[in-house]
């Protein structure tokens, strides 16, 4: 009699351990590079006056925060309190800044003109931080929002390309000022005196030039393109008491990399910093809030004087 083989037990299937397939929605590279042109171009808006007071001017400004944060606060009052719309709110988050500024400018930082950078850095972010004890105590410490129109809300498809409308927006009124700011340093007699009055101020005076009202105007001019950066800017980088320390490094990047000889430097700086912080943050999250600095880094090694200044 043969002996029987026992037949081995079957064995369960195995699990399948694949994950199942599920449609990953990537953004194309031309939306990501609009996103980063429209971040870049508000950056300089924000920044552009840090470049006319340190690079044209000569001091260094470090409460320009400040002034950014108190025209987004004009604007988000205007907004939901008094029921303005947002375009309407523009000129006043322009005017508001420049106002105190230049209050400023004559009271207190025409005494530190001749100072040396380190006493203008201690004295400007004792401002900054008077700031923002002031706006935490009046405003509170939550975060402001800003309500945009209907027509600047959502994204458009253009040839495969999500355009956001209020970037777009953003980008449009950046360049024109961009444009316009080019002009009137290069092109008018203002640009002329302002270059004059920083170049050689005693030399100046004995053309008839009056230095100390330029240097108000332009430092209340710079005042309320911050203000007017900061308005833009709130429903985008949001908007609390500690605005001004949080991008206060991002302004300076913008002038460091850049130099600050002329406004092309920031401007094309901005624009660079803008599109690698955007793609940075998407394509390697984990390393994403690094890019720009890192980016920095590599910048002052190879030209510490900016990309775009001129050796000295």
Same mark, same amino acid.
């Given at each position: 009699?043969?002996?029987?083989?026992?037949?081995?037990?079957?064995?369960?299937?195995?699990?399948?351990?694949?994950?199942?397939?599920?449609?990953?929605?990537?953004?194309?590279?031309?939306?990501?590079?609009?996103?980063?042109?429209?971040?870049?171009?508000?950056?300089?808006?924000?920044?552009?006056?840090?470049?006319?007071?340190?690079?044209?001017?000569?001091?260094?400004?470090?409460?320009?925060?400040?002034?950014?944060?108190?025209?987004?606060?004009?604007?988000?009052?205007?907004?939901?309190?008094?029921?303005?719309?947002?375009?309407?709110?523009?000129?006043?988050?322009?005017?508001?800044?420049?106002?105190?500024?230049?209050?400023?400018?004559?009271?207190?930082?025409?005494?530190?003109?001749?100072?040396?950078? *380190?006493?203008? !850095? &201690?004295?400007?972010?004792?401002?900054?931080?008077?700031?923002? +004890? #002031? %706006? @935490?105590?009046?405003?509170?410490?939550?975060?402001?929002?800003?309500?945009?129109?209907?027509?600047?809300?959502?994204?458009?498809?253009?040839?495969?390309?999500?355009?956001?409308?209020?970037?777009?927006?953003?980008?449009?009124?950046?360049?024109?000022?961009?444009?316009? *700011?080019?002009? !009137? &340093?290069?092109?008018?007699?203002?640009?002329?005196?302002?270059? +004059? #009055? %920083? @170049?050689?101020?005693?030399?100046?005076?004995?053309?008839?030039?009056?230095?100390?009202?330029?240097?108000?105007?332009?430092?209340?001019?710079?005042?309320?393109?911050?203000?007017?950066?900061?308005?833009?800017?709130?429903?985008?980088?949001?908007?609390?008491?500690?605005?001004?320390?949080?991008?206060?490094?991002?302004?300076?990047?913008?002038?460091?990399?850049?130099?600050?000889?002329?406004?092309?430097?920031?401007?094309?700086?901005?624009?660079?910093?803008?599109?690698?912080?955007?793609?940075?943050?998407?394509?390697?999250?984990?390393?994403?809030?690094?890019?720009?600095?890192?980016?920095?880094?590599?910048?002052?090694?190879?030209?510490?004087?900016?990309?775009?200044?001129?050796?000295?």
């Amino acid at each position: 009699m043969q002996a029987s083989v026992p037949i081995p037990p079957r064995r369960a299937p195995r699990p399948d351990r694949r994950r199942p397939s599920c449609p990953v929605r990537r953004l194309p590279v031309l939306t990501i590079l609009f996103d980063g042109v429209a971040y870049g171009m508000l950056l300089f808006v924000l920044a552009c006056g840090l470049a006319i007071t340190l690079g044209l001017m000569n001091f260094v400004n470090l409460a320009h925060g400040a002034f950014a944060m108190a025209g987004g606060y004009v604007t988000a009052i205007l907004i939901n309190r008094w029921g303005l719309p947002f375009l309407a709110t523009l000129p006043f988050a322009f005017l508001v800044p420049a106002a105190i500024g230049l209050v400023l400018e004559r009271t207190l930082y025409v005494r530190l003109y001749h100072r040396n950078h *380190l006493d203008q !850095v &201690l004295f400007s972010i004792g401002l900054v931080f008077m700031a923002v +004890a #002031a %706006v @935490d105590w009046t405003m509170g410490s939550q975060q402001q929002f800003v309500t945009l129109p209907s027509w600047l809300k959502g994204r458009v498809d253009i040839l495969g390309v999500q355009v956001g409308l209020y970037r777009s927006f953003i980008i449009v009124v950046c360049s024109v000022l961009v444009v316009a *700011l080019q002009l !009137v &340093l290069a092109k008018t007699r203002f640009g002329s005196r302002l270059r +004059a #009055a %920083v @170049d050689d101020p005693r030399v100046a005076r004995g053309l008839g030039i009056n230095v100390s009202a330029i240097f108000a105007i332009t430092f209340a001019f710079g005042s309320g393109l911050a203000g007017l950066g900061g308005a833009l800017g709130a429903e985008i980088l949001g908007l609390d008491p500690t605005f001004p320390l949080k991008f206060m490094i991002y302004f300076l990047i913008v002038v460091t990399v850049g130099g600050t000889t002329s406004l092309t430097g920031p401007f094309l700086a901005s624009i660079l910093l803008g599109v690698a912080d955007v793609a940075g943050k998407y394509y390697v999250p984990s390393f994403g809030a690094f890019v720009i600095y890192s980016l920095m880094i590599v910048v002052l090694v190879l030209r510490p004087q900016g990309l775009f200044a001129r050796a000295r």
